[in-house]
């Protein structure tokens, strides 16, 4: 069973930045995709960006892009979501998932149990 977890989640101010890591337990990245989600209270849960695990290819949600940059590192089985320039708006769990493709929360395989972060002044 495939093990993802989720680290980096903190409290900070606007305009911050903050890198999240998704550890995962054995060697997966040749093999899945990696999709970072998010859940803020009293919402459903979205995509916010993904690394194919095809080709790297990436792709980040309208209200992310430009801010947000997600990057893996294989030997360590490791993906990163670089967020910058934050709003309060992005106040959520946080959440990495691994699956076949770049998709939907429902097509995601293995899920971190998520981190949260809070951006406040």
């Known amino acids: 069973q495939v093990q993802l977890v989720e680290s980096g989640g903190e409290l900070l101010q606007p305009g911050g930045s903050l890198r999240l890591s998704c550890a995962a337990s054995?060697?997966?990245?040749?093999?899945?995709?990696i999709g970072w989600f998010r859940q803020a209270p009293g919402k459903e849960r979205e995509g916010i960006s993904c690394?194919?695990?095809?080709?790297?290819?990436?792709y980040f949600t309208h209200s992310v892009k430009g801010r947000f940059f997600i990057s893996r590192d294989n030997a360590k089985n490791t993906v990163y979501l670089q967020m910058n320039s934050l709003k309060p708006e992005d106040t959520a769990v946080y959440y990495c998932?691994?699956?076949?493709?770049?998709?939907?929360?429902?097509?995601?395989?293995?899920w971190g149990k998520g981190t949260l972060v809070t951006v406040s002044s």
């Open positions: 690394i194919s695990r095809a080709d790297g290819t990436t």
């Open positions: 998932a691994a699956g076949p493709a770049c998709s939907g929360p429902s097509s995601m395989v293995f």
């Open positions: 054995e060697v997966i990245l040749d093999y899945y995709s």
